[in-house]
């Protein structure tokens, strides 16, 4: 069974840093291009950032271009997001997701949990 | 930027009726790369449908997606309890990838 389960989400102040990670299980992670989708409270949703299986193509939202940074470790099956100098309006569920194949633009068909990240002073 | 427009904002449907949610983009979707997604309350969202009309693994036969170039429809032909949920639409041919705003299907 596929599992997505994202972690280090929570209360930080403007201006500060925040971890994101993503622990995947049940299929072989280094096979598939993954993604990190937000959703402020009430809203709909956004697509933050994608990497391709092998980290040779990486993709930032305008709205966080700078700031964030994806990565991710074939060997430790796990997907990360490296937020910096975060503001109000990054306040939102922060939602791992796969892409069904390696590379390139497709359907999201498998998302985990999701972790709250709060930017509030 | 491709700009999708879901109508109607909310649909009002008792169980057993047939539900039509429209998708429609600011300019032609690259291949018919649509999709559509299922998200309930404190859930995170669920695929349904891909490539405008393949339905996703485990998607009962009573979702149905059909359309092409700018104008998409989700159909949900006999509405279940567990269907009443906000449906969105994401078209993946073009960057940046962009959802619309959601349709929410209520009990009427």
């Known amino acids: 069974e596929v599992q997505l389960v994202e972690s280090g989400g929570g209360l930080v102040q403007p201006g500060g840093s925040l971890r994101l990670s993503c622990a995947a299980s049940?299929?072989?992670?280094?096979?598939?291009?993954m993604n990190w989708v937000r959703q402020a409270p009430g809203k709909g949703l956004e697509c933050v950032s994608y990497i391709s299986s092998s980290s040779s193509t990486i993709y930032y939202a305008d709205s966080v271009k700078g700031r964030f940074t994806i990565s991710r470790d074939n060997a430790k099956n796990s997907l990360y997001l490296q937020m910096n100098s975060l503001r109000d309006e990054d306040t939102a569920v922060y939602y791992c997701?796969?892409?069904?194949?390696?590379?390139?633009?497709?359907?999201?068909?498998?998302w985990g949990q999701g972790t709250l990240v709060t930017v509030s002073s | 930027e491709i700009v999708l427009t879901q109508s109607p904002g909310t649909l009002s449907l008792s169980p057993g009726e047939r539900a039509t949610l429209s998708c429609r983009a600011s300019?032609?979707?690259?291949?018919?790369?649509l999709a559509w997604y299922q998200q309930k309350p404190g859930q995170a969202p669920r695929l349904l449908i891909y490539?405008?009309?393949s339905r996703a693994t485990g998607i009962p036969d009573r979702f149905s997606g059909s359309g092409s170039g700018t104008d998409f429809t989700l159909t949900i032909s006999r509405l279940e309890p567990e269907d009443f949920a906000v449906y969105y639409c994401q078209q993946y041919g073009n960057s940046p990838r962009t959802f619309g705003q959601g349709t929410k299907v209520e009990i009427k």
């Open positions: 997701a796969r892409n069904p194949y390696s590379s390139g633009w497709y359907e999201l068909d498998y």
């Open positions: 300019q032609s979707v690259s291949s018919s790369y």
């Open positions: 490539g405008a009309s």
């Open positions: 049940g299929f072989t992670f280094s096979s598939y291009s």
